[in-house]
């Protein structure tokens, strides 16, 4: 049929449904993956399929018991008989019924337990995807695998699948009961369901083009008013409110357009149908009137004249059915392009594990917290984590094609703070970020206690290491949470003692709750440098051997300034420190200052070093150039 080639519902703001609507590419195939997800429930859906015959059955031949309803007791006048066929017709009608609700509720748990576990699952799969994938992937676009392609699947799985089965087990029944009381009545039918479908094709397919259109007008509506509302700071900033009016106006009118025509077209199916099913009644009324008479089966002609109304309603049904079920395709198609993403590569053997040593050194693996760390290696060996960084020839590119970070070498002793200046977009945070493999490099190696970080289990890796990022983010929850998330098992005495040790102490108190105030919307409700002394907090929390800051370029009071200043120096202590600083100051004690140009080291040394060397360093600390 033709409606299989469309569908009626695209992905809303964000989808790729922004640009018209998809097809599923591979029908099949994720009509099969999505069966997987019903496949815990093959009984249940057994016992479905009889209840949906059932139901077919009692519907269907319900109808034709008019037939010797009339024909043996009306006609004959055998009221006690008429007692028990109409007795015998309300138990087949109430059968259907009862059959008909038990499908529908069996049908609405499986599906939502199956819906449950895919969005389970895709979350599951989303924690565990690079960040690479992130990069390539925006927001609105992963969300709505989350709100409207599950939606879709959930209201397929609902009841599509069920009612596309019993549509036509009840259009494939009324006809043949239909052939059975009258072969020449039929043919009038056939004549109108030709006519029929060739209304659905046209009307059918204008609408769902215009719906089409009407979906990515929709989502080009939603989509600018997402961004309004993200970006209602910058409109206020920039005085352009009555701009972004103007522009709503125009999607919203084109909106306006769009929806009328799909609804106009869509409205205009039902009554065309309806119209075309009266016609047909009206032809069968007649010829089948002059049949009976010369027959006498008046009770075969009532039965008929009852499947005549109730023949055309399983098309429309049907129609409609596939469209959802087509569109429901297409969402769990991208819903699974998702789970089928490559996931973050992790073939790291070496493990982070708690260890006791005794008097001549010997470390022995222990089951609780000791405070020690050891790396232990596949064959059971064990080196103490000490935290020695490496780089050697690294290169690095986003992008295999454009290289971010040439042949960068460098190393950081246990206790040894380096630093990395350079103007914006040098490469600094890139550097930093692939010590911890949020990113593969393309060549070189990274050591990390002489063990390459590949072969270090991504998960204690991550652990070994403490960073503070250029723009953090703090979720929904208190205070207390978001330092905790450093290290969940914190106690809240290590909580305030983190809190104290970044300086971030004084502000907490003097929130509504301390402590346990709830913090919303990425803590918009803390200053600049708020956030960032909770940041510190947090790394303070996980007390990591290895530290990576990433300054905040954003610029803040100077008293904050020092108190940042001064939490970071007691975070440092004793720690190896890889710091981006964006003011000297931070830079001016480091054992080793990198100068990052373009993705090169232009110029290494201590600050006395660079100073007499007079260059880029030079510029920058002396002001001649911009510090990033
Ligand atoms: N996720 C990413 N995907 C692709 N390219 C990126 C990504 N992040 C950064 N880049 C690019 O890599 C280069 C280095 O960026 P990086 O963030 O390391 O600079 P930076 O030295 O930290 O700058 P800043 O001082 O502004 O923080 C830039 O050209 C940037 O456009
Ligand atoms: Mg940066």
């Not at 659905?200 to 083009?209: E, Y």
């Not at 005549?308 to 399983?314: W, Y």
Request: aromatic letters at 8%; one cysteine or more; a neutral charge.
């Amino acid at each position: 049929m033709a409606e299989q080639k469309s569908l009626s519902r695209g992905p809303g703001p964000g989808g790729p449904g922004r640009h018209g609507y998809r097809k599923p590419k591979d029908l099949r195939g994720t009509l099969s993956k999505l069966m997987r997800y019903l496949g815990r429930y093959k009984a249940l859906l057994g016992l479905v399929v009889v209840l949906l015959v059932v139901s077919s059955a009692c519907t269907v031949g319900g109808s034709y018991l008019i037939k010797p309803l009339i024909n043996d007791y009306i006609l004959p006048g055998d009221f006690s008989g008429l007692a028990r066929m109409l007795a015998f017709m309300a138990a087949v009608y109430v059968t259907g019924a009862v059959c008909s609700y038990s499908y529908a509720r069996i049908m609405v748990h499986v599906s939502q337990n199956a819906v449950a576990k895919i969005r389970t699952d895709l979350f599951d799969r989303m924690q565990s995807l690079p960040l690479k994938f992130f990069d390539t992937h925006t927001h609105g676009e992963l969300m709505s695998r989350y709100t409207n392609d599950i939606d879709t699947i959930s209201e397929a799985l609902n009841n599509s699948f069920a009612s596309l089965i019993s549509c036509s087990l009840n259009f494939v029944g009324t006809i043949a009961m239909m052939l059975v009381l009258s072969p020449v009545l039929t043919l009038i039918t056939f004549g109108a369901l030709a006519v029929m479908l060739v209304v659905v094709k046209v009307i059918g397919g204008r609408s769902r083009r215009y719906f089409a259109a009407q979906q990515a007008a929709l989502g080009t509506v939603n989509g600018y008013i997402e961004e309004m509302i993200e970006g209602q700071k910058v409109i206020k900033v920039f005085n352009h409110e009555a701009a972004a009016k103007a522009d709503f106006r125009e999607r919203n009118e084109a909106y306006r357009q769009a929806a009328t025509r799909a609804q106009a077209y869509g409205g205009a199916m039902m009554p065309a149908m309806g119209n075309l099913s009266y016609i047909n009644y009206a032809i069968t009324c007649c010829v089948g009137g002059i049949l009976a008479i010369r027959s006498g089966d008046l009770g075969g002609l009532a039965a008929f004249l009852q499947y005549t109304r109730q023949v055309s309603q399983p098309i429309t049904q049907i129609s409609q059915q596939v469209n959802v079920i087509l569109s429901a395709v297409a969402g769990a198609e991208r819903v699974f392009e998702v789970m089928e993403a490559q996931p973050e590569i992790d073939e790291g053997s070496v493990r982070l594990v708690r260890v006791t040593e005794d008097h001549t050194g010997n470390l022995t693996e222990a089951a609780y917290d000791t405070g020690a760390w050891a790396w232990k290696r596949p064959d059971g060996t064990l080196t103490p984590l000490r935290g020695d960084v490496r780089f050697d020839h690294v290169v690095f590119g986003y992008d295999e094609r454009k290289i971010v970070l040439h042949d960068i070498s460098l190393f950081a002793k246990p206790g040894q703070k380096i630093a990395f200046v350079g103007s914006t977009g040098a490469g600094k945070t890139t550097i930093t970020s692939l010590i911890n493999r949020f990113y593969e490099i393309q060549s070189g190696t990274i050591t990390y206690d002489g063990i390459d970080v590949r072969d270090i289990e991504k998960a204690s890796l991550r652990r070994s290491l403490g960073v503070v990022l250029q723009d953090t983010h703090l979720f929904t929850g208190t205070v207390a949470d978001n330092i905790r998330y450093g290290r969940l098992d914190a106690t809240d005495e290590e909580v305030e003692a983190a809190a104290r040790l970044a300086g971030a102490d004084t502000f907490i108190r003097h929130l509504p709750h301390g402590y346990q105030t709830i913090l919303s919307g990425d803590g918009g409700n803390l200053s600049q440098g708020e956030r960032q002394l909770l940041n510190i907090a947090r790394a303070a929390c996980a007390n990591p051997p290895v530290l990576i800051l990433d300054e905040a370029t954003s610029s803040i009071d100077t008293r904050t300034e020092k108190l940042i200043e001064k939490g970071m120096d007691r975070l440092m202590a004793g720690r190896t420190v890889f710091v981006i600083a964006h003011r000297l100051s931070t830079v001016r004690n480091a054992k080793a200052i990198m100068v990052l140009e373009q993705g090169r080291i232009i110029e290494r040394g201590d600050h006395d070093d660079l100073i007499d060397q007079h260059g880029r360093y030079y510029q920058l600390y002396t002001g001649q150039a911009e510090l990033a």
